[in-house]
């Protein structure tokens, strides 16, 4: 099983392997000015940890590749060589690191502005900012606590490369084991009260084994259920359409059984009261038999005779089926060996199946 902090350690020394490269890479990097605030902080650099380190990250930042310098984001005069009051502290504009509590509004203020990003991208969203306050974590931070998740704890500091880019935090084969950092470590959780277990679920589940063993992008991942900036538990009504994004067919027939009512009488959440939450398993003929894999007995007694039976009719038919299936295989298989065309029995017995 993958140790989600252990992956972010992996991570993070790979970033760090990369510094050797960057004093020459940070002055060929396109649209990358050397000033007063790089020749500064390289040299502060020089007695920090690679991980402390600002000035080798910067040529990957995807703000650097477009031109962006540090005074763009934190203010200051860097032109103002060998002067550090009037680069930093004289300087009106100056704004230098931002808190936690400042921090969304610190990055909203270029990426909430619809007329700056549509320069850099048409079709770039601005209202994250505003999402993020609708999220678990704005709520909290609101309210004071900022242990919560904010900007930088996702896409990084001072080295942030595009969504798309296989070496961001959010990319979709990185981003379970982004959220892991803190949702699976069970002492830094503990005063929010929830479980920790979700990383190591979803790993062992149909979408992680998807995800992580065939490196399928179209498995769902932690931001496709719980929304990105605006981050939330589902709730218990609206997981059948989380589930239905993918799941379009499924969706529809359970909307339209019987059990959609009962289960929403019950308050039980729909989809995930049959194939669980993080833990998904592929799903299989057993689920509804009548003993300790059958997952009407969720909610079912054992002894609902009446229950029991449906069950055992819908597994039935289902048996009979692969029965009929298989005899059909062979059947084609002999045509085949006879030298008959089987193009079209093919297709037919695929579609059984």
């Not at 992996?10 to 970033?15: D, E, G, Q, R, S």
């Not at 770039?124 to 900007?151: F, I, K, N, P």
């Not at 079912?300 to 298989?326: C, N, P, Q, W």
Request: glycine content about 8%.
């Amino acid at each position: 099983m993958t140790n989600p902090v252990r992956v972010a350690r992996a991570l993070v020394a790979v970033m760090a392997s990369l510094a050797l490269l960057a004093p020459a890479a940070l002055l060929a990097a396109p649209g990358v000015q050397e000033d007063a605030c790089l020749i500064c902080h390289r040299e502060l650099d020089e007695d920090l940890d690679p991980a402390e380190q600002v000035t080798h990250r910067i040529a990957a930042d995807v703000h650097f590749q477009r031109g962006l310098g540090c005074a763009d984001c934190h203010g200051g005069d860097p032109t103002a060589q060998d002067d550090e009051d009037a680069a930093m502290w004289d300087a009106p504009d100056f704004r230098g690191a931002p808190t936690r509590q400042d921090l969304p509004g610190f990055c909203g203020r270029c990426h909430s502005d619809p007329a700056y990003m549509r320069v850099f991208d048409p079709g770039e969203q601005t209202d994250q900012e505003s999402q993020y306050y609708t999220s678990r974590h704005g709520e909290l931070l609101r309210q004071g606590e900022d242990r919560v998740a904010v900007c930088t704890d996702c896409h990084g500091v001072h080295g942030i490369v595009e969504v798309s880019d296989p070496r961001a935090s959010v990319y979709p084969l990185n981003l379970p084991a982004t959220c892991a950092r803190c949702h699976a470590d069970a002492q830094y959780m503990a005063d929010f009260r929830i479980p920790t277990n979700q990383f190591a679920e979803y790993e062992q589940s149909v979408h992680g084994v998807a995800l992580f063993e065939r490196h399928d992008l179209g498995a769902p991942v932690c931001n496709d259920c719980h929304g990105n900036h605006g981050a939330a538990p589902p709730g218990v009504e609206s997981i059948a359409h989380v589930c239905g994004n993918c799941h379009v067919n499924n969706e529809e027939l359970f909307r339209d059984s019987h059990l959609k009512e009962v289960f929403v009488r019950e308050g039980i959440a729909l989809c995930i009261g049959c194939h669980n939450v993080h833990d998904i398993a592929k799903p299989t003929d057993e689920l509804l038999a009548w003993d300790h894999e059958g997952v009407c007995l969720n909610c079912h007694d054992v002894a609902d005779r009446a229950a029991r039976d449906m069950a055992g009719t819908f597994y039935g038919i289902i048996d009979s089926l692969k029965t009929e299936i298989a005899a059909a295989d062979s059947l084609v298989e002999l045509a085949e060996q006879k030298g008959m065309e089987i193009t079209e029995l093919l297709f037919a017995t695929e579609d059984a199946h």
